[in-house]
Every structure is written in C-alpha cells, then in structure tokens.
C-alpha cells in the first residue's frame, strides 16, 4: 500500500458525508505526512468540516466538493484515497465523478464494505478506527516519530471511534496506541473541551428534545428516537447535530438495540443502529443497502413515508436474536 501511494503524482484524498473524526482526521494525517514529502496532495470532501472538527484543521487543507467546479481537480488525479467510507454512496454527490475518473481507487476502512469501486483495499475490520491503519502506513511510509499535527488529528479519530475507549473496539493495542500520541503532546483535556464542551446552545437544546422523544419497544429490549421534518424545523436545528441522541440509547437499562430514524425528505429516512453487543445490527443495515460493524450501522430507505420505514426496520428488528421475536 505504501509503496503503490508514492508511486501516485497528484493524490485526491477524501472522506463520507458529514465527516466525523476518523475520517477527518485520518486524511489530515496522511495529507500532512504526504505534503511534507514534498507530494502533491488535496482533501476534496463532499461535506463541510463539521464546527466541533474545525479546530483540527488548518487554512486551506479542505476543499468542499462543488459540482462542475471540482470534477475535472477528480479526473485528473492520478490517484483517489477515501478514508473511513462505509459504503461507496457515502461518498455523497462525489461517487458518479469518482467511479468515472481513471484514477486509481483506494480504500482504508475498518468498516465491512461491499466493494464495487475501489482498486486496491487497505481493509482491517478487526482494527478500532481508521485511525489506528493510518498510523500504521504512515510508519509504513517511512515516518520516524510521531509529531503533534500528526498524532492529535488520529488521536481524535481513535477516541471518537471507540466511543472515549468504552467500545468493545478498545483493547490493550488501542491504549498503547493512545499512550503514543499523548507522548507526541496530545492533551486529551483539550481534546475533550474541543469535542464536548464548545456545543451551541440551539443544538444542546435540540439533543434534550430528542432525547425525550425516546421510546421503548419489545418489552424494553429496544430503544427507538424518531425526528421528523417538522421537528427539525421548529427546532432549529442540523440533521447532523440530531444524530447525537443515538449515543443516548443504550444507556436505558434493559436496551439491546437502539434504532434511530431521521427524516431526510418525505420519502427518506435516515436509520442509525447501536447494538449493545449480543446483536448484529450490520446485517440488518446490509438488507437496506447499508453497512457498518457488528454493534454500529446505519442505512437510508428512500420511497416509504416515515412511519411505513419505522414500522419495517422495527419488525425486522424485532426478528433479531436466534429467530426470537423481543416483542
């Protein structure tokens, strides 16, 4: 992998909609490694760096995809890089330029992917985040010693993605990688005010109305938010900031499955799935054209109304566990 990526002139580096800091920061890793190899190297990302990321980034480094004046930067690169992808739709309104563009394809994952697009795959399911492959082709690549615009961007990715080392994802490894970055100057008490204490009033405010929109389903063994469009615009607020209440479901004691639907537009809806680690929630992402890990997924069904998705991802839900119905 290594060498195939200094073997390519003019690298395209990008990441899934709504990028989160695995992704994000995975790519600034190797964007700044890269450029200080003298590469020619660019983040082009279909989404905007969301606020609580921003401060990872420097003037310049990302790019946000515009149609008709980014595709011809895609077709003429020499060789594409996504990071922590998923599912080649997560590339957004990027996927048709990128599968058309000659470029050579390449994927760093540890998501379970169903690859139709990509030439080469740096893929380890077993690994905790996207980050922890990045660290090892950047030393792969010939990095000496970590330094601190290197390591803090993969250290936000490792903590994100192991959900602050509380995901059955964190291991022995994963704390020694941790101890790395924090010896290259990470200080994880910044980190944390960064990621959790900079939140706007409007979308704290937000999280705590969806949090009461919870409810329980099959005798309390899942945990189901529902936010429709109506919702969102009298509240004011992001699709993006209402995914925060999915990390609130498996808190209720008794929950196994939290299931989250976002509307996206009358007949599309945003699923997100945390299992509490007795069910497979991929497969069921996987049926509905969607992807993730065992205990994390999401999927998006377009051409049913709200309430008919809900109802049919809930059924199916309610089939998982030895064919034992919860409800």
């Known amino acids: 992998m290594a060498r195939h990526l200094l073997s390519l002139d003019r690298l395209l580096l990008t990441t899934h909609l709504t990028p989160d800091g695995d992704g994000l920061g995975s790519e600034l890793a190797i964007l700044r490694h890269l450029r200080s190899l003298g590469r020619d190297v660019t983040i082009l990302n279909c989404s905007t760096v969301p606020e609580d990321l921003r401060f990872l980034v420097r003037p310049g480094e990302v790019i946000t995809y515009q149609k008709g004046k980014h595709d011809r930067q895609v077709a003429e690169a020499s060789g594409i890089v996504a990071f922590d992808l998923g599912a080649a739709g997560r590339l957004g309104r990027m996927e048709g330029p990128v599968r058309i563009s000659p470029a050579s394809k390449i994927l760093i994952d540890h998501h379970i992917f169903d690859n139709d697009l990509f030439d080469v795959l740096y893929l380890d399911v077993e690994a905790s985040s996207t980050a922890e492959l990045c660290l090892r082709l950047l030393r792969a690549l010939g990095m000496e010693s970590l330094s601190l615009p290197i390591a803090e961007p993969l250290y936000v990715g490792l903590l994100q993605d192991t959900g602050s080392f509380n995901y059955n994802s964190t291991s022995a490894r994963v704390h020694r990688i941790a101890a790395d970055f924090l010896e290259a100057g990470v200080d994880p008490y910044r980190i944390w005010k960064k990621l959790n204490c900079q939140k706007p009033y ?89 992807g993730g890990h065992r205990f994390a997924a999401g999927f998006t069904t377009q051409g049913m109304a709200l309430a008919e998705a809900v109802q049919l991802v809930m059924e199916r839900v309610a089939r998982l566990g030895n064919g034992r119905s919860p409800g």
Do not use: P, W
């Open 202 to 290: 409007a979308r704290v405010r937000l999280m705590g109305e969806s949090i009461a929109r919870i409810e329980l389903q099959h005798e309390g063994r899942t945990a189901l938010a529902v936010v429709d469009l109506d919702f969102l615009k009298k509240s004011g607020g992001e699709a993006r900031d209402a995914f925060e209440v999915v990390n609130h479901l498996l808190s209720i004691h008794g929950v196994e499955v939290g299931c989250f639907a976002l509307q996206l537009a009358s007949d599309k809806v945003k699923f997100s799935l945390r299992s509490g680690g007795r069910h497979d929630v991929c497969g069921i992402a996987k049926e509905f054209g969607g």
